[in-house]
């Protein structure tokens, strides 16, 4: 039994790789045993599409809002693998998610005893859904960019942290900061490395996921990088990363 159930993939950057993060390590995870269940929390629905799914009737946002069930609303994508789809609707649910900021970790929790992990693709901001996000998980993924900015926003999603963990979730913990789209052949790549490292120690984990166009070219065909490109760098990259999860959330 997992002592980290929900896992949040948050950073209120975009385009970092939180959705190919949540997509991938989802499927390997599910691949590697555990039960598994994305849920995609970004009015983009960029997850809910990148897993071959199209806009459900029932989605996070019918459950937010209170109009649906949270298990109605679930689809089954591979073995070991659930989504709870998104909706573009989800951008009008602000108000309720200002008011109620548990109001994620109240809909999840009739779901927690199917899954061994839950996770939680966040949208780029800093806004209601994310800390809606922040209070429904125990483990935090920070996947940052390989670039010379990388560590620029990270501070203040610390403080954010913090603050939840003071007032609305204790239990909430960093499970790691994920070095993305790393490119092996620049210098500027291994130096942010070297000063992310430097800066947040065991706190990032030791996969770094490489810069791979197969990773980008897998969503538009509906498939986890496992399915459409299995040798590829990215997916070697992600498996890894699943077997790293796998190992912090047991020691968490
Ligand atoms: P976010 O969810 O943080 O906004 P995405 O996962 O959607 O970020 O990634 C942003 C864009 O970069 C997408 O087009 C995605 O396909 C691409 N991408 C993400 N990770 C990689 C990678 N490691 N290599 C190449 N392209 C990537
Ligand atoms: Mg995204």
């Known amino acids: 039994m997992s002592k980290v159930k929900r896992i949040g993939i948050v950073n209120q950057k975009g385009g970092v790789g939180k959705t190919t993060t949540a997509v991938n390590l989802s499927a390997y995870l599910a691949k590697a045993g555990q039960k598994v269940l994305l849920v995609d929390l970004d009015p983009q629905v960029n997850a809910t599409s990148g897993v071959g799914q199209a806009v459900q009737e029932e989605n996070i946002y019918t459950v937010l809002v209170g109009s649906g069930e949270a298990q109605s609303a679930v689809v089954n ?87 939840v963990r003071a007032s609305l979730n204790p239990a909430l913990r960093l499970l790691g900061v994920l070095i993305t789209m790393y490119d092996p052949r620049t210098l500027l790549s291994q130096q942010v490395e070297s000063n992310i490292r430097l800066n947040l120690g065991d706190k990032v984990f030791w996969t770094v996921i490489p810069r791979n166009v197969r990773l980008a070219e897998a969503p538009s065909h509906g498939q986890d990088i496992g399915q459409y490109a299995p040798t590829s760098s990215g997916a070697h990259a992600y498996r890894r990363l699943a077997e790293e999860v796998m190992r912090r959330v047991q020691e968490a």
């Open 77 to 163: 994508i591979a073995k070991g693998l659930d989504l709870l789809p998104s909706s573009p609707d989800l951008v009008g649910a602000s108000a309720e998610l200002i008011e109620n900021p548990t109001r994620l970790a109240e809909v999840l929790r009739p779901l927690e005893p199917a899954y061994d992990l839950i996770l939680l693709d966040a949208p780029p901001s800093l806004g209601p859904i994310t800390l809606n996000v922040l209070s429904a998980s125990e483990g935090l993924i920070v996947p940052v960019q390989a670039e010379y900015y990388a560590l620029e926003g990270i501070a203040g999603l610390m403080e954010t942290i913090d603050q």
